[in-house]
């Protein structure tokens, strides 16, 4: 602690080497922790909430369709506390442009979804209106809807009595009580009694039921249960936990671990010689006040040491404030699009990851110019050999 | 020196202009840069004294490898993610633009944007076949296949995985209809048993899917018979005959129709036939607008994604250049002084630095460009298409995405190399000859 002045001082020797040294270390851990949140939000598949529901859907595909009826009979298998069920919908609103998640849901949707909130008079009304609906409160604001109002909604795979109307009265707009989670607002939500009277096509099915598990350390058992219910009918079903199925189901996307991987790789190679030839020139240049310091009485060991510290320091703290960047440019970002594009913000995980990433960066970058500080000999050193 | 903050105001003000110009600026115009640098160079005495310059500061680049290879490297990391991003956003909508033609149509219930999301009853297949403009076979039967799409699980090569894929039901005449698609490997299948035939995509992307093998879908059992090559969208499908995998899924209704149009001419008649027809509340697009259509918003995704990543990365590399550049600069300081004290003016110094910086980003440019180009030509991946079901591309690294590459390369290698450059032009001479 007693050289940290000392190491200051090494660091701001050369001010703007320094500087640009940090603008690039900046750079590159601003990409970092924007990417690595990305990862971790799609690895993660919500919120901790989810670890006790499972979700139920079709063995064949998610687009094929399970019988309301299973609802009763999931219900009977023990650890099973609250099942519910949700149908895709798909419609748009005024333009394809405008795209947002809809379903019609069952009335106890809001139970097992804990994790919204809504007020208690709103979400009774929208439980007893038949074409009633319920928005996420970003959506809302999005489009400007009030309580009381009617959204037009086209319906691209369900007509109702020939046509693609189906205007539907607001009556409900929820939170989400965990602010990261802003991205589920974007969503539609209608009454899947009046979906189910009313459609052309359709009777008596759903897409998905969510189950509510009384423990969540039973989930397999559980899960194996109710796929037993349908094994070997040609409704067959597919359970697994939340998290599972919602990262299966971004996995179809892409392969974002791969894909953050790979151009991480990239920028931090490039970081490594970027920072690693600064280094190394700073030794270069130090050389004879480094053999001062050795005159001085400082070791061999001593002289490393400092070398090292100033090193990772200068990644520490570039790395620092590339993350912090990071943390403040993505809700920036998700508050400015109005809940359209939804970015987490940079999560501990990350936060710990690039600490490691800083240290084990510093640490190598600083090790072979330490080593060099370290084998100078004081009388070639002053002599300028 | 009066100011040297006004100086680099000026600077950063010119760059940003000038870079702005540059990202935009078409090949020729590229070009007239060239020429007319090089003509300055070698025609005017200034251009000519700032060349020599430029030959004692490349000459010396072999002993300053280290420093010099880290604005290489920087820069070829930034081109190579850069183009690899574009790349696959090229990759992805060039296979959907090449899918379809502009004289095959595909019709649609009114209103749905997908196959996913339409219906077309049954009855309404012999009314769309008497429509005007519908090419015909040798025995006049008219060229259109009712075709079903069932959204399936298969494992993945990669990891085993459930993925989506599109299983697709095809009319008799979907051979003739889609006259893009060949077999290249074993036969068709026989309407009425339960045989598929496989897209090479597909068959690249899922486990399982050799000829001879067979595959439960549906609760049956599915034979294997033939590969099938088309070069678009269609590859990643598998595809049977419609009225089998109708039975299997219990579907009654088709979902698109695709008719072979008797020419551009023949759509029209087409489009204006459906149009005029009260009984059908249809819509028809050639295949080639619906397949583009939908490479839209990934694709521009993809891309919007690979720049911003691409651009911060720049700045990266743009602080590093900097950094190789004043050190070299400060290097070879008593060197630069000596030469001005001799006579070199300011101009030919700077053009000199500019020109070794350029050079080493050249260098850069290609050397990212050829790796992209090395890893990712032809690399193939797959996403979730609109229809709910993986689409199968591969990276397509164009001479364009390479020259654009290149002209971000010479962007950085400008900006990394311009501060260095006017700082050793004004650097006094007596200071810069006492520099150690």
């Known amino acids: ?207 998905w039921f969510t189950v509510q598990l009384a423990n969540a350390d039973q989930a397999s058992r559980v899960a194996q249960a109710i796929d037993a219910i349908s094994a070997n009918s040609d409704r067959e079903t597919k359970s697994q936990t939340e998290s599972a199925f919602q990262q299966a189901f971004a996995k179809q996307f892409a392969d974002i671990g791969l894909i953050v991987t790979a151009i991480m790789g990239a920028v931090f190679f490039t970081l490594l010689l970027l920072t690693g030839n600064t280094m190394a020139q700073a030794v270069r240049e130090r050389v004879p006040e480094l053999a001062t310091l050795k005159t001085l009485g400082f070791t061999d060991g001593t002289v490393l040491a400092l070398v090292m510290v100033e090193s990772v320091l200068l990644v520490v703290i570039g790395g620092l404030v590339g993350l912090g960047l990071a943390a403040a440019i993505m809700p920036g970002v998700s508050a400015a699009s109005g809940g359209v594009i939804s970015l987490p913000t940079v999560p501990l995980q990350t936060w710990l990851i690039g600490l490691g990433l800083m240290v084990g960066i510093g640490i190598i970058v600083g090790v072979l110019p330490a080593l060099r500080a370290r084998r100078l000999k004081i009388v070639d050193a002053l002599a300028g050999r | 020196m009066k100011s040297p903050w006004l100086w680099n105001l000026l600077s950063i003000v010119a760059l940003v202009v000038g870079l702005v110009i540059w990202v935009l600026l078409p090949w020729f115009g590229v070009l007239g840069i060239a020429v007319a640098i090089a003509l300055w160079l070698t025609l005017t005495r200034g251009g000519r004294l700032a060349l020599a310059a430029a030959r004692i500061g490349i000459g010396s680049l072999p002993q300053r490898w280290g420093a010099s290879s880290v604005i290489v490297v920087g820069i070829a990391g930034v081109v190579g993610v850069l183009v690899a991003m574009l790349a696959m956003g090229a990759g992805f909508k060039a296979t959907l633009d090449s899918t379809g033609d502009d004289t095959s149509a595909i019709v649609l219930r009114g209103g749905s944007q997908a196959e996913t999301n339409s219906v077309i009853t049954r009855d309404q297949v012999p009314l769309i076949g008497t429509l005007a403009g519908i090419a015909r076979d040798a025995q006049g039967r008219p060229l259109l296949s009712p075709e079903l799409s069932q959204v399936v699980n298969l494992p993945s090569k990669a990891d085993g995985s459930d993925v989506n894929a599109q299983f697709r039901g095809v009319g008799e005449l979907a051979w003739a209809v889609h006259d893009k698609v060949r077999l290249i490997e074993g036969r068709r299948f026989a309407p009425g048993l339960r045989e598929i035939v496989v897209g090479q995509g597909a068959r690249s992307q899922f486990r399982g899917l050799d000829v001879g093998k067979t595959l439960a879908l549906g609760n049956q059992q599915w034979t294997i018979v033939g590969v099938f090559a088309s070069g678009d969208a269609h590859d990643s499908e598998l595809w049977t005959d419609a009225e089998t995998l109708a039975s299997t899924y219990n579907r009654s209704s088709y979902q698109s129709i695709t008719v072979r149009t008797d020419g551009t001419a023949g759509f029209t008649a087409f489009k204006a036939a459906m149009d005029a027809d009260p009984r059908l509340k249809l819509d028809v697009s050639t295949t080639r607008a619906y397949y583009g259509k939908q490479s839209g918003q990934l694709a521009t995704l993809i891309n919007v994604l690979g720049t911003v990543i691409g651009a911060i990365m720049a700045v990266g590399a743009v602080f590093g250049a900097l950094n190789t550049m004043y050190a070299a600069v400060a290097g070879r300081a008593r060197e630069i002084a000596t030469m001005r004290a001799i006579g070199f003016r300011g101009l030919p110094v700077v053009v000199a630095v500019m020109l070794e910086t350029m050079l080493l980003a050249l260098l850069g440019g290609l050397l990212g460009g050829l790796l992209a180009w090395t890893i990712f030509n032809g690399y193939s991946v797959s996403t979730l298409g609109s229809n709910f079901s993986q689409v199968v591309f591969q990276f397509k690294v164009s001479p364009e995405l390479l020259w654009n590459g290149l002209k971000w390369a010479l962007g950085i290698g400008l900006v990394g190399g311009l501060f260095p450059a006017l700082r050793a032009a004004r650097l006094p001479v007596t200071v810069a000859l006492r520099a150690t």
């Open chain 1, 1 to 207: 602690m007693k050289y940290l002045s000392l190491v200051w001082a090494q660091l701001f020797r050369s001010k703007t080497r320094t500087l640009l040294t940090l603008l690039s270390v900046i750079a590159a851990f601003l990409l970092f922790g924007m990417l690595d949140s990305v990862r971790v939000a799609f690895n993660a598949g919500g919120s901790v909430d989810g670890a006790n529901r499972l979700i139920v859907a079709s063995r064949l595909s998610i687009t094929q369709s399970l019988p309301v009826r299973l609802q009763a009979e999931i219900e009977t298998i023990p650890g099973v506390q609250q099942v519910t069920y949700a149908m895709w919908f798909g419609g748009i609103y005024q333009d394809q442009r405008n795209f947002f998640p809809n379903f019609s849901v069952a009335p106890n949707f809001f139970d097992v979804y804990g994790e919204y909130e809504v007020p208690p008079d709103q979400l009774q009304a929208f439980r007893d209106t038949r074409n009633g609906a319920a928005v996420g409160e970003s959506l809302a604001k999005k489009f400007g809807w009030k309580i009381g109002d009617t959204i037009p909604l086209q319906a691209t795979i369900f007509p109702r009595g020939g046509s693609n109307d189906w205007p539907l009265e607001l009556k409900a707009i929820f939170r989400a009580k965990d602010r990261s989670n802003v991205g589920a607002e974007n969503q539609l939500l209608m009454n899947w009694t009046y979906f189910d009277e009313s459609n052309d096509f359709i009777k008596n099915q759903v897409s």
